[in-house]
């Protein structure tokens, strides 16, 4: 995919689309750096560092790449906010930091379905070190349940939709991006390499794509482009929201549909 192309029409019938060095190498040890100094290196499982919006200029800034939100526009639209952001760090202790196979909507769904998540490799990406697997297409099934006995399990507990053969390898180079749909199937498998995975991630939402449960971070709902919108656009579907126990942000989720008299 050249970066001067237009990637609608691969976003919309795969799911996804990857984007090969759209961060140069500069960019790129930039933003290593700014990891190696804030954060340590996992042991066991994939860590996901969030708030990164807010820990550092760099990764501010990074929001709003022009390359990069060129290519949501393609996705989304011209009226964007930021969901929330984090970093994903796969430990270097060989044969760990397995993530199943989810839909990014479970977790966080909206008013309708313009919300995606846009994958940063800062290493190479590979089948041995846990590079992201996608689903193709899948982003058409709509969302499948991700709950486990009433619970939100975080990922899907739908696993005979799809056949292992389906899924996808997203190898990637670091300075490589990729642009998921929020209801894409993906997922990542345990590190086999011994040596470091690191990815920021970040996911957006169109202005009028309102948030119906889930969490709340300090930078949702920041304004990446255009303007935010007055109207809340609705899509015909039925969502289940995520119910999440012990959640360390379950003070700050979007559900608030009660007043003070109801438990």
């Known amino acids: 995919m050249l970066l001067e192309q237009s990637i609608t029409e691969e976003y919309q019938d795969q799911g996804y689309a990857v984007l090969p060095s759209l961060l140069n190498d500069t960019e790129v040890q930039t933003l290593r750096n700014e990891v190696d100094r804030l954060y340590e290196q996992p042991k066991e499982a994939t860590r996901h560092h969030l708030n990164l919006y807010t820990s550092s200029n760099h990764f501010a800034k990074l929001a709003r790449h022009p390359l990069i939100v060129e290519k949501l526009q393609q996705c989304i639209g011209l009226n964007i906010q930021l969901q929330h952001s984090k970093l994903a760090v796969k430990p270097q202790t060989p044969d760990t930091g397995a993530f199943g196979m989810h839909q990014d909507f479970a977790y966080y769904p909206h008013t309708n379905l313009d919300v995606c998540a846009v994958f940063i490799?800062?290493?190479?990406?590979?089948?041995?070190?846990?590079?992201?697997?996608?689903?193709?297409?899948?982003?058409?099934?709509?969302?499948?349940?991700?709950?486990?006995?009433?619970?939100?399990?975080?990922?899907?507990?739908?696993?005979?939709?799809?056949?292992k053969h389906d899924e996808v390898a997203l190898e990637m180079q670091s300075g490589d991006v990729s642009i998921h749909h929020g209801l894409c199937m993906h997922g990542s498998p345990v590190n086999r390499s011994g040596s470091p995975r690191r990815a920021l991630v970040y996911s957006y939402r169109a202005a009028d794509a309102y948030q119906m449960d889930g969490n709340i971070y300090p930078e949702t709902g920041v304004q990446i482009s255009g303007e935010s919108s007055e109207f809340m656009r609705l899509d015909a579907g039925n969502y289940r929201l995520p119910i999440m126990l012990g959640s360390e942000h379950a003070e700050t989720v979007a559900r608030h549909q009660h007043g003070s008299l109801v438990d």
Not at 135 to 150: A, D, F, I, R, T
Not at 153 to 162: H, L, P, Q
Request: some cysteine; charged content about 15%; glycine content about 12%.
């Open 121 to 163: 490799a800062l290493d190479a990406c590979t089948p041995e070190n846990g590079c992201l697997y996608v689903v193709p297409g899948s982003h058409k099934w709509g969302l499948l349940n991700h709950h486990h006995e009433g619970v939100f399990a975080g990922c899907c507990m739908e696993k005979n939709t799809w056949n």
